[in-house]
């Protein structure tokens, strides 16, 4: 009956298989390269939004608590130094100098008023390449680096951190100041940091100065 029609049963070569297979694989390859890239292109943004999140958050934290520094008359039980220096009077004094490389100073050390005179420090753990800060009711006499809590989450990474004063490093001038100084001292803070796994060229660098609010000058 079909060929009176003029109709023929035959079904599909070979070749319009093979023809047909290649190009469903091909748009399934392309749309499938399209999703990864839609989804690893998403991550990386909410991963980039993440690093300016904490270290926005970060740097107002910070900011909020050097600018409220005070004079620390206890005999300097709170500013001291790496090397047992101590300096009664003092606001602020840089720590943790990297003695390993190029002599910077990775943390500052300060009397918070803000938080009722507690003596504050901010500084990065190298290792783990996250910013933390220590607090203590009765200076730095014996404190223990265990009790530091971390400031930034392992979602970035801190390459390095600098404190400076009055925009100098602390080699060539004091890396402390004191109540009686004539200046209103200004911390700088240099930070570059990145999103873990990214190649180093993908670091950002980022600087702000922050200014005693009150000279506290007796």
Known sequence: MFQV??????????IEIIVSMAVFLLVVGIAVSIFVSIVTQQRRILSEQQLINQTSYVL???????R??????EFGSCIQDDFGGVYANGIY????????????????????ASAGDICHEFFLDVDEGVLKEIKSSGGFVNINTGDAVALTSERIKINSIEFRINGESGLTLNHYVLGDDDTQPRITIFMEVQIPGLPAKTAKKIQTTVSLRNLNIE
Not at 60 to 66: P, Q, R, V
Not at 68 to 73: L, N, P, R
């Open 5 to 14: 029609l003029g109709f023929k049963n035959r079904g599909f070569t070979l």
């Open 60 to 66: 107002e934290y910070m900011s909020k608590a050097l």
């Open 68 to 73: 409220m520094a005070g004079i620390d008359d």
């Open 93 to 112: 004094v840089l720590t943790r100098q990297d003695t390993s490389g190029e002599l910077l100073y990775k943390g500052i050390r300060f009397k918070d």
